[in-house]
Antibody, heavy 120, light 108 residues
């Protein structure tokens, strides 16, 4: 059974930094692109970033580019989201997800999310 | 791309048939995915590649469409189907995933 478990969320002041982790199990982690998606309170889903299976290729939403960094450690079956220069508008539940590509790519499995609150 | 879902809210009774629409602002992919999200839960993949049901998804859920117009149909609504539904596409350049704003399916 695929399991994804996020951790690292919490309350942080504007301008601060936080690192989220997503621990994966139940599949060959090193074979899959992984992604972060966030959801602001009462709002819809926003893709944040993804990282290729090897970690060699990363992509970011314009809203976080230059502030957030995605990385992974395949030896630990874990990937991360380093969030710097946090803003109030970064407040959201952050979900990690496993991407599966058939003809196209979709987010096949999701974690339960970790809440990040940016507030003074 | 922008994905526009309609209606924003759909009120139906159990046993009814739901038709949810997702329209892309431009044709960047021939394929679309649909997700279901219940309050306090993570989203769950329902449909991928426009019309393929994800593992464990009931045959009451079906997807169709092409170009810029896509549809999720839920036949014979069950109480557990009332939730928010999101569509999603992936653009190849710039590489990113775009979600629609969601359709809330509520009990009438």
């Amino acid at each position: 059974e695929v399991q994804l478990l996020e951790s690292g969320g919490g309350l942080i002041q504007p301008g601060g930094a936080l690192r989220l982790s997503c621990a994966a199990s139940g599949f060959i982690f090193s074979s899959y692109t992984m992604t972060w998606v966030r959801q602001a309170p009462g709002k819809g889903l926003e893709w944040v970033s993804d990282i290729s299976d090897s970690g060699g290729t990363t992509y970011y939403a314009d809203s976080v580019k230059g502030r957030f960094t995605i990385s992974r450690d395949n030896s630990k079956n874990t990937f991360y989201l380093q969030m710097n220069s946090l803003r109030v508008e970064d407040t959201a539940i952050y979900y990690c997800a496993k991407i599966n590509c058939g003809i196209d790519c979709s987010l096949e499995n999701w974690g339960q999310g970790t809440l990040v609150t940016v507030s003074s | 791309i922008v994905l526009t879902q309609s209606p924003a809210t759909l009120s139906l009774s159990p046993g009814g048939r739901a038709t949810l629409s997702c329209r892309a602002s431009q044709s960047v992919s021939s394929y679309l995915a649909w997700y279901q999200q219940k309050p306090g839960q993570a989203p769950r993949l329902l449909i991928y590649d426009t019309s393929n049901r994800a593992t464990g998804i009931s045959a009451r859920f079906s997807g169709s469409g092409s170009g810029t117009d896509f549809t999720l149909t839920i036949s014979s609504l069950e109480p557990e189907d009332f939730a928010v539904y999101y569509c999603q596409q992936r653009s190849h350049w710039p590489p990113m995933y775009t979600f629609g704003q969601g359709t809330k399916l509520e009990i009438k």
